[in-house]
């Protein structure tokens, strides 16, 4: 391990996530379940423990309840500590305010007190939402050995959403030139990674001025480059991925069941560490069939599960088939029913005999109107939120979202066409608007 100079990490999972839709109602892209056991922030904690980091401050704000309770006091990465350690960063009411973070700049420089306390040469500013590995210890020696104000990390341009990502261009000694933030097409061929080592005095400076915003690319790091600022580029040539939207997530897990996956959970020198729940081991039927898949502890499996990523205490029942799906914790698959490119939240219970994402030829043409609601699903997913039932017998089309807490009573139909959103009384609004021009007459 690379020695480094004193770093204060900031993590950055405060973040609502609209494009997440129901998977982010309830919880931040940080807390989202990953990989059959782990949370997204775990990534970037690993990665910290990993690097000999262990001053962190995790900035949170929206829904913070689900990924409080996974950090605790930061037992599971060894980061429960008297010097040092982590800190859950939520913004609070003042005397005479409550000063919610307004953007990414404005959350650092309400914990300002937190920066100066450290009295760190440099500030790790980074991203929860992230899922890679990497030695932040070896970002900080580069940084230094060029003397920069910043140095953000770069990746190679995905080949998808060009408006989500930030395009670099840099000179041939790697210092950057230009930042430009969600272009409406591709920019270059890197991006920034959403990883920034400042150095201390250089951020500090540009989060007090006053024609300073709320936003750290925009009203920090730009100006910065502008200013003609030693900002460096770092590469980073591994796995990375931004988990924002449903198709990344699904994606992202999906990566994990390949012959060979691009990332490697089983580094033995590089573990990603999270709590781990008190569960029985898995168990597999006689005449269950599995392959290509990831299976947590707890879980019963008695139908077919392929290419699959199955949570702790999901339940396959008999005769069920679990395909190119996601499964998370205590989710019940009745017998007969099949999944097919499906993302299911927890503690969901799909009916015995239900289709949720293959439709047949009778479902006909998408529901009129619903890819206004559903375009997110590019991939033809369906989702369906935390605690929703899915009624026996129902047959799912892509492209469909259930929302949180559906239950039988909200499906109009037993059959729903593609591209549909069920939610939570949805049927019981439908029959009130039915009736209603029948009471005015």
């Known amino acids: 391990m690379t020695a480094i100079p004193p770093v204060l990490t900031l993590v950055l999972a405060g973040g609502k996530s609209d494009a997440l839709r129901a998977l982010g109602r309830i919880r931040t892209a940080s807390a989202l379940p990953y990989g059959g056991k782990y949370r997204v922030i775990d990534f970037t904690l690993s990665n910290c423990v990993h690097s000999g980091l262990a001053r962190i401050g995790i900035l949170t704000q929206y829904a913070p309840l689900s990924l409080h309770g996974h950090i605790g006091i930061g037992r599971a990465w060894d980061l429960d500590r008297r010097d040092g350690g982590i800190r859950l960063l939520q913004p609070y009411v003042r005397q005479r305010e409550t000063n919610w973070y307004r953007g990414t700049a404005?959350?650092?420089?309400?914990n300002r007190n937190v920066i100066e306390d450290a009295q760190a040469r440099h500030i790790l500013v980074l991203s929860g939402d992230l899922v890679y590995k990497m030695d932040y210890a070896e970002l900080?020696?580069?940084h230094e050995e060029h003397d920069a104000?910043?140095?953000l990390v770069t990746v190679q341009a995905p080949n998808e959403e060009?408006?989500?990502?930030?395009?670099?261009?840099?000179?041939r000694s790697g210092r950057v030139t230009a930042l430009e933030e969600k272009p409406k097409r591709a920019g270059g061929s890197v991006v920034s990674a959403a990883v920034y080592a400042f150095r201390a005095r250089d951020l500090?400076?540009?989060?007090?001025?006053?024609?300073?915003g709320p936003d750290l690319v925009r009203d920090v790091i730009q100006p910065m480059i502008r200013e003609g600022a030693q900002v460096m580029a770092y590469p980073h040539r591994g796995y990375w991925r931004d988990i924002g939207t449903v198709d990344s997530y699904y994606e992202s897990n999906m990566d994990l069941v390949h012959p060979l996956p691009p990332l490697n959970l089983y580094d033995p020198d590089w573990l990603i560490y999270t709590p781990s729940e008190d569960r029985a081991p898995a168990v597999v039927g006689g005449e269950a069939a599995l392959s290509q898949s990831l299976v947590s502890h707890g879980a019963r499996v008695e139908g077919e599960v392929r290419r699959s990523v199955l949570f702790p205490g999901v339940h396959v029942g008999a005769g069920s088939v679990v395909e190119d799906s996601i499964v998370m914790h205590d989710a019940r698959i009745a017998p007969g029913a099949r999944l097919y490119r499906a993302i299911v939240d927890k503690r969901v219970a799909v009916g015995q005999g239900a289709v949720v994402g293959r439709p047949g030829p009778e479902l006909g043409p998408p529901a009129?109107?619903?890819n206004r609601d559903s375009d997110w699903a590019g991939l033809g997913l369906c989702v369906v939120g935390k605690g929703s039932v899915i009624p026996a017998g129902s047959r799912i089309g892509p492209n469909t979202l259930i929302e949180i807490g559906v239950t039988e009573r909200d499906f109009p139909a037993r059959e729903?066409?593609?591209?549909?959103?069920?939610?939570?009384?949805?049927?019981a609004r439908a029959a009130v608007a039915r009736a209603a021009p029948d009471r005015v007459r």
Not at 162 to 168: A, W
């Open 106 to 110: 404005d959350a650092l420089l309400q």
């Open 140 to 142: 900080i020696r580069v």
């Open 149 to 151: 104000a910043l140095t």
């Open 162 to 171: 060009p408006e989500r990502y930030g395009f670099v261009q840099a000179d």
């Open 204 to 212: 500090m400076e540009q989060l007090r001025r006053p024609e300073g």
């Open 368 to 370: 009129p109107g619903a």
């Open 416 to 427: 729903i066409a593609p591209g549909s959103v069920i939610r939570p009384g949805g049927a």
